[in-house]
């Protein structure tokens, strides 16, 4: 399945069952940074994610670090979910709201989740479920999105698992646009959104090390302006197609910057 914005296919076809070797020429997603502001916005979350690579701690340390973003990126995703709760209540394990507990175990596990991403997202979207909405719903609705949802979402699987020039940030946007916009399992939606647009960045490149917290950045911009982007994603005009990208990008930009905090945490000690 496809869909048109000013002249961009996204996502690419539905079914594709191997991505080929290179792009087709010309990249169907190409168009994207000529949006307003986009290939800007993109230039820039690409600056602050080098910035926090090239952090001395990187060298040897940068699995603490990566331990805790994912612990302020549970806590960030659970609170765009209208569950806000102290990092240090969620660092002592004194939180027990499923929507807490379910954006943890989702975040623990993306490590484990990266070598079959983009092979079989499909899969991995099916488990997030499972983590995100275990205490949410009945056990039998654990993992399968719903019928109306699938010929969209395997226009997504062809988006995850194909290939692009396109920088890593914007695919990373699309992704998560597309998973919130959509809402596939109708629970635990935007949490399993924002997992697999953090995935799309760690496996395509942007931050390899998932030491960046993405999630961190969309709360710090605020709740009603992830809502504002997000629906001007979902209505496809050009305007809110780039808004909700550069949108992502900032997010980004902070998420990088929450990075590079603890970094400086984890070297005080």
Not at 192 to 202: N, Q, S
Request: glycine content about 12%; some cysteine.
């Amino acid at each position: 399945m496809a869909r048109t914005v000013d002249g961009v296919t996204i996502p690419v076809r539905p079914g594709a069952a191997r991505p080929a070797p290179r792009p087709a020429a010309p990249d169907p997603l190409a168009p994207l940074l000529d949006l307003p502001g986009v290939r800007e916005a993109a230039g820039a979350s690409r600056v602050a994610i080098d910035r926090l690579l090239a952090h001395r701690l990187m060298r040897n340390r940068s699995a603490e670090v990566s331990a805790e973003s994912a612990l302020r990126g549970a806590r960030a995703s659970a609170a765009l979910e209208g569950v806000d709760v102290p990092l240090a209540d969620l660092r002592a394990g004194s939180v027990g709201d499923p929507v807490v507990q379910g954006s943890l175990r989702v975040s623990v596990a993306l490590g484990s989740m990266t070598e079959t991403w983009r092979r079989a997202p499909g899969q991995v979207l099916a488990r997030l479920h499972v983590l995100a909405a275990a205490d949410l719903v009945d056990r039998s609705e654990l993992g399968r999105p719903s019928a109306q949802a699938g010929p969209r979402l395997s226009g997504l699987f062809g988006l995850v698992t194909g290939e692009t020039t396109v920088p890593a940030v914007l695919v990373s946007a699309l992704v998560h646009g597309e998973l919130a916009a959509l809402a596939p399992f109708g629970s635990a939606d935007g949490v399993i959104a924002r997992a697999a647009g953090r995935l799309t960045g760690i496996t395509r490149g942007l931050d390899p090390k998932a030491v960046s917290v993405p999630e961190v950045g969309f709360a710090e911009l605020g709740r009603e302006a992830y809502a504002r982007a997000l629906a001007g994603y979902a209505s496809m005009a050009p305007d809110g197609v780039a808004g909700w990208l550069v949108h992502c990008c900032r997010a980004t930009e902070h998420g990088a910057l929450e990075g590079l905090a603890i970094c400086e945490a984890v070297l005080r000690g």
